[in-house]
Structure formats: C-alpha cells, structure tokens
C-alpha cells in the first residue's frame, strides 16, 4: 500500500483501496469527503463520489443479551493472560473463583 508523506499515520488516498483484511469485523472502514467528513462505510466501496481518503475502523463490540455469555466471554478473555498449558482441573479451579468474582461484582 503506497502512502502519501503528507498525511496523517494510517490514513491512506482512495487511490490506495482498502481490501477485507483492513475492514472491521463488520466489513467496515472509515472514509473521509470534503462535503459530509468522516463516515463509516463498507471496505469495496465508498458511498459518496467525492471521497478522498479513508482509515481503519475499530472492530465492534460483542453484545452479550444473556449474562452467561457475558461471563464466559469476560472469563475467556481473562484466562488468555496464562499460560496456556494448564491443565482442566487448574481452569476448573480457577474458573470458580472468577465466577464467584464475577457475580459479587453485581455482573451474574
């Protein structure tokens, strides 16, 4: 990806598209035209005709509706920390104290 030297890090020319690695975990990137600023749109194209640049776009966030899955997504993303060869017992033991953590923080 060829950059321009007058603009800002990670802020590349339309001439330099971006492909689907660069989207979000949507399929998104942010754009930028003259006339409307800065607005999110899908990576292969960009909606408004005057479009000049573009950048990378966080991913979104997982929305959890059921709090069980809340939990074991904010454990998962904890045990990641460990190392990884830990045994079921050591994750099982651990896992409770988490739990027990989790729900006296008001999170069940």
């Not at 899908?42 to 997982?62: A, C, G, I, Q």
């Not at 899955?69 to 409770?96: G, N, T, V």
Request: with cysteine; charged share 20%.
């Amino acid at each position: 990806m060829q950059k321009s030297n007058e603009l800002p890090e990670n802020v590349y020319p339309i001439s330099c598209m971006p492909d689907k690695l660069q989207a979000n975990n949507k399929g998104n990137v942010l754009w930028y035209c003259k006339q409307f600023g800065w607005y999110t749109g899908y990576f292969h194209r960009p909606v408004h005709s005057n479009t000049t640049h573009w950048t990378l776009l966080p991913d979104e966030p997982k929305v959890y509706t059921d709090p069980r899955l809340e939990r074991e997504a904010a454990f998962d993303k904890w045990l990641s920390q460990f190392p990884a060869d830990l045994d079921a017992s050591a994750i099982s033991l651990i896992k409770m104290g988490f739990v027990g953590g989790y729900e006296y923080r008001g999170n069940a």
